[in-house]
């Protein structure tokens, strides 16, 4: 089992930037697919993006593609850069961690059995 806490979060105009950090307890950090997810009030938790475990794959959300960015170091941090925020991207967000060593990231949050706190991103005016 892996701990991981997410920070970064906070309140951002429309049109905004926040970059989001998910630090990871364990020293073997790199056997883990690094995965962002978030919910709204009242909605599903949704899948934003994911990064494998060697950088080299990242999928991500039809919703978020070519305005967020995901990225890791191979010691203990992952990080979800978020430009061009939108009302739509207020929610949690919560890093999670795939250890199954999968071809691809899942999309599915079912399949990560390590996740974090949470941090709360509100975009507004």
């Known amino acids: 089992q892996v701990q991981l806490v997410e920070s970064g979060g906070g309140l951002v105009r429309p049109g905004g930037s926040l970059k989001l950090s998910c630090t990871a307890s364990?020293?073997?950090?790199?056997?883990?697919?690094i995965a962002w997810f978030r919910q709204a009030p009242g909605k599903e938790r949704e899948f934003v993006a994911a990064?494998?475990?060697?950088?080299?794959?990242t999928p991500f959300a039809d919703s978020v593609k070519g305005r967020f960015g995901i990225s890791r170091d191979y010691w203990r941090t992952a990080y979800l850069e978020m430009h061009s925020l939108n009302a739509e991207d207020t929610a949690t967000y919560y890093c999670?961690?795939?250890?199954?060593?999968?071809?691809?990231?899942?999309?599915?949050?079912?399949?990560?059995?390590?996740w974090g706190q949470g941090t709360q991103v509100t975009v507004s005016q």
């Open positions: 364990v020293r073997t950090f790199t056997i883990y697919d």
């Open positions: 990064i494998s475990r060697t950088g080299g794959a």
């Open positions: 999670a961690a795939d250890d199954r060593a999968v071809p691809t990231p899942s999309r599915v949050a079912a399949e990560y059995s390590n």
